[in-house]
Nanobody, 119 residues
Framework: QVQLVESGGGLVQAGGSLRLSCAASRSTFSINRIGWYRQAPGKERERVAMITSDGSTNYADSVKGRFTISRDNDKNTVYLQMNNLKAEDTAVYYC?????????????WGQGTQVTVSS
């Protein structure tokens, strides 16, 4: 089992920055992939950024150059630094973890944190 707890959301003006945190209940070394997703009202959930256990990262085109995902293995925490925020970034942001145990894949979600960007 992996529990994920997000924090760091809030209200910010367009052009501002926020840093989201995702604290995992077990070592991030044991998690194959951790990602940040978001869901805006009336829209489907979309992946924003992802980091693998070997440190590889991937970003949605809409956030490239503005968002940075990173990992602190000592703190079992993954961060999403969001700069130059836009109104369209407003959404609930969720942390997601994929862990492989043998041939089985297990997926876990956090409870989400609201990000609101005022224009």
């Amino acid at each position: 089992q992996v529990q994920l707890v997000e924090s760091g959301g809030g209200l910010v003006q367009a052009g501002g920055s926020l840093r989201l945190s995702c604290a995992a209940s077990r070592s991030t070394f044991s998690i194959n992939r951790i990602g940040w997703y978001r869901q805006a009202p009336g829209k489907e959930r979309e992946r924003v950024a992802m980091i693998t256990s070997d440190g590889s990262t991937n970003y949605a085109d809409s956030v490239k150059g503005r968002f940075t995902i990173s990992r602190d293995n000592d703190k079992n925490t993954v961060y999403l630094q969001m700069n130059n925020l836009k109104a369209e970034d407003t959404a609930v942001y969720y942390c997601n973890a994929i862990r492989r145990v043998g041939v089985e894949l297990y997926e876990y979600w956090g409870q989400g944190t609201q990000v609101t960007v005022s224009s």
